[in-house]
């Protein structure tokens, strides 16, 4: 099983070319104003044209209204929709598309309660928690994750991540997938070419460990 690889938080088409080079799996554009990595509908809409033919563009939303998920819609037909705040399982449905559902963990968080409300995602994107909605650069306490494959989704593993620690935590846990923003970064919200490659590079020498 080879690890998938979701970077977030792009805002140019340099880096975005770096990420397609490197082997990314998914792109991921943020679209909540009080984050630094925070893109307008159409110049997002630019960037995910500069990805390549397997490779997913991602949109994250924070609670946002229906008429705006819409119009990131219209303009990335193919995009895979993110939810990362308080949003409803019957919000998050009313799209009729596929979903990644992100929970921000913390000891009273149980992820397999989350798992059969948000039955229909596609994946549970488990990050630190944070009242600021992630992008926090921590890791959690990843004990707090139930045992690979007690989820009806796949698991994306979130926070804190970069080259340094994602050989561990995909020899420790097996996710489906990582997901990374400010561990590919130089200053925040300013992506690194090199920590991109970086991170990318650690995650096959992760799976070709489990070989």
């Avoid at 037909?77 to 399982?89: A, I, K, T, Y």
């Amino acid at each position: 099983m080879r690890t998938r690889i979701k970077l977030c938080g792009f805002q140019t088409e340099d880096t975005v070319r770096a990420a397609t080079r490197a082997g990314a799996d998914a792109v991921g554009f943020v679209f909540y104003p009080p984050s630094p990595r925070h893109i307008e509908v159409a110049q997002a809409g630019q960037l995910a044209r500069c990805l390549g033919a397997w490779q997913t563009p991602v949109a994250l939303f924070v609670n946002p209204q229906a008429d705006f998920v819409n119009s990131v819609i219209s303009e990335i037909p193919n995009v895979l929709l993110q939810f990362h705040g308080d949003e409803s399982p019957q919000f998050c449905d009313s799209f009729r598309r596929p979903y990644i559902k992100a929970i921000r963990m913390k000891a009273d968080v149980n992820l397999l309660k989350e798992s059969e409300k948000f039955h229909v995602a596609q994946a549970l994107l488990v990050d630190s928690w944070s009242e600021a909605y992630g992008g926090t650069g921590h890791t959690f306490d990843w004990s707090l994750l139930p045992k690979a494959g007690e989820l009806k989704q796949a698991l994306v593993l979130s926070g804190g991540l970069d080259a340094s620690n994602v050989e561990q935590a995909i020899h420790g846990l097996r996710p489906y997938g990582v997901d990374v923003s400010s561990g590919i970064e130089s200053a925040r919200g300013i992506k690194s070419i090199e920590k991109i490659e970086m991170f990318c590079k650690a995650v096959q020498k992760a799976d070709a460990g489990l070989l």
